[in-house]
């Protein structure tokens, strides 16, 4: 199995198989949410569109500058999605480079993993049993610039593959083995510096946990500009 | 001075000042002929448009798969051009990916110097004396993607030019910093494979040796798809 390593969202990587990285903190939002029994999460990329889903059944979150937007549930931390009961639940969720970045790579590989560091064993176990000739493991970034956070995980979602890195994989690889622990790899960027500012900061460390969920979330349609995601 | 690197060309960083860097081996050929007296370097895209710039004090150099195109004086091989006499002379460079970097960055910068190991310190220098508030220090890679030899070469320039690094910058700093020389740096690629391939493995140790050459070539004109470059 050839991996590359997608450094920025705007490269156009195209494989059978492809992972999505937006570890904070919407892939972690994800893998999370649907951890907590939610049927399967909606991911948009405009306010608008998730106030039109709601409904009964449907729990809006999501963030605008990492605050909650008025009107919405939860907002994009996953820690506000562990304990909530979401059998039976749809999550329609808005973020901006991770939503982007699962449309552009829906369009590209025919199967798309939502990777974080939360699920990372589990991520990597679904990409290696597809068997695929070819994986593209995607970093979202911060509108469309490199973001340190992604990469790092990127790195080490490479690494875990194994297989036969391409220079791009070898490279993140590389740049993720100088980081000490998960928590330094991600907690070093703008998003990270983001999130402290809003009072959030120990979403960083929830974030930086690795494999605490057995799950490989997996972007099962797109229509437009939205993308649906269900456990796989 | 506020420093971002460009992991691969695609990436739109705009910036007052940028640096382009084709290690392999682009930007080594042009600072080596300007080294050499070539008044000037004009680099085109193709092979047609060196060859319609053919005329007495013109040489024409480049390649196409590594190897030297039909009608050409030189190839792409910086080793070439170190015993040329250039004095009022103009070298035609066609050279695939550094001459599409060098076109979008001067569309996107003020001022675009050429960059690589050989003239490192005084490419540094020349970024640093512009007291611009920012700098792009942009890889050309191979094709679009990621190259391991030009984001080796963006650390080691970015790392030189200090200021406040952008996330993107200390990445490629940490990175260029695991490899113990700057023949591993460059010699991992794919941009290293194909030259190997081609027997021109000795070109490779001649574009690592670093700060031979006192140039900061500097683009002075761009005009539709050619780019003019002259000796700071």
């Given at each position: 199995?050839?991996?590359?390593?997608g450094?920025?969202?705007?490269?156009e990587?195209?494989?059978p198989v492809?992972?999505?990285?937006?570890v904070?903190?919407?892939?972690?939002?994800?893998?999370?949410?649907l951890?907590?029994?939610f049927?399967r999460v909606?991911?948009?990329?405009?306010v608008?569109?998730?106030l039109a889903?709601a409904?009964?059944?449907?729990?809006?979150?999501?963030?605008r500058?990492?605050?909650?937007p008025e009107?919405f549930?939860f907002?994009?931390?996953p820690r506000?999605?562990?304990?909530l009961?979401?059998?039976g639940?749809?999550?329609?969720?808005?973020?901006?480079?991770?939503?982007?970045l699962?449309?552009?790579?829906a369009?590209?590989?025919?199967?798309?993993?939502?990777g974080?560091l939360?699920n990372?064993?589990a991520v990597?176990?679904?990409?290696?049993?597809?068997?695929?000739?070819?994986?593209?493991?995607?970093?979202a970034?911060?509108?469309?610039?490199?973001?340190?956070?992604?990469v790092?995980?990127?790195?080490?979602?490479a690494?875990?593959i194994g297989?036969?890195p391409?220079e791009?994989?070898?490279?993140?690889i590389?740049?993720a083995?100088?980081?000490?622990?998960?928590?330094?790899g991600i907690?070093?960027?703008?998003?990270a510096?983001?999130?402290r500012?809003?009072?959030?900061?120990?979403d960083?460390?929830?974030?930086?946990?690795?494999?605490?969920?057995?799950?490989?979330?997996?972007?099962?349609?797109?229509?437009?500009?939205?993308?649906q995601?269900?456990s796989?």
């Amino acid at each position: 199995m050839k991996v590359k390593v997608g450094f920025t969202p705007g490269e156009e990587i195209s494989a059978p198989v492809g992972v999505v990285i937006d570890v904070l903190r919407a892939t972690s939002v994800i893998c999370q949410a649907l951890s907590s029994g939610f049927g399967r999460v909606i991911c948009v990329g405009e306010v608008e569109q998730a106030l039109a889903l709601a409904g009964p059944d449907v729990v809006l979150g999501g963030e605008r500058a990492n605050v909650r937007p008025e009107g919405f549930d939860f907002g994009n931390s996953p820690r506000e999605y562990v304990d909530l009961d979401g059998a039976g639940r749809t999550l329609a969720l808005t973020t901006t480079n991770g939503t982007r970045l699962l449309l552009a790579a829906a369009a590209r590989c025919e199967t798309v993993f939502v990777g974080s560091l939360l699920n990372l064993d589990a991520v990597v176990a679904a990409v290696r049993a597809t068997g695929a000739d070819e994986v593209a493991v995607l970093s979202a970034g911060v509108d469309g610039a490199f973001a340190i956070d992604d990469v790092y995980v990127a790195g080490r979602i490479a690494e875990g593959i194994g297989g036969e890195p391409h220079e791009s994989a070898s490279a993140a690889i590389r740049l993720a083995n100088t980081f000490a622990t998960a928590e330094d790899g991600i907690g070093g960027g703008s998003s990270a510096a983001n999130i402290r500012r809003v009072g959030l900061t120990e979403d960083i460390a929830y974030c930086a946990q690795e494999s605490l969920l057995d799950i490989a979330p997996r972007v099962v349609e797109q229509s437009g500009s939205s993308v649906q995601i269900v456990s796989a």
